[in-house]
């Protein structure tokens, strides 16, 4: 994968740590089934985040509890578990 992809998801989020918070979740979610929104031919789960990072597919948000969530931006709620910012 290109690193320039990775530069300009970051500038996206709004930096390196926000992008890592976001890739992290987005692939957990993948891993337990959630469908990929993005039409792309690799089954390497990180440059499937990337890409819908990229293409304003996804975003991460924070709840006033420090719950943090990546939420599809067509409305749809996630299968994902919501994970809490200190749950390492």
């Known amino acids: 994968m290109d690193y320039n992809l990775y530069y300009e998801a970051e500038k996206v989020v709004g930096g390196r740590f926000k992008l890592a918070a976001v890739l992290q979740k987005r692939i957990v979610q993948l891993m337990r089934g959630d469908q990929k929104l993005v039409d792309v031919q690799t089954y390497n ?3 499937i985040a990337v890409r819908e990072v990229l ?25 994902g578990d919501k994970f809490s910012l200190f749950d390492y």
């Open 45 to 47: 789960l990180k440059e």
């Open 55 to 79: 293409e304003g597919k996804i975003e991460l948000v924070t709840d006033e509890g420090g719950q943090m969530e990546v939420i599809k931006l067509d409305g749809e709620k996630s299968t």
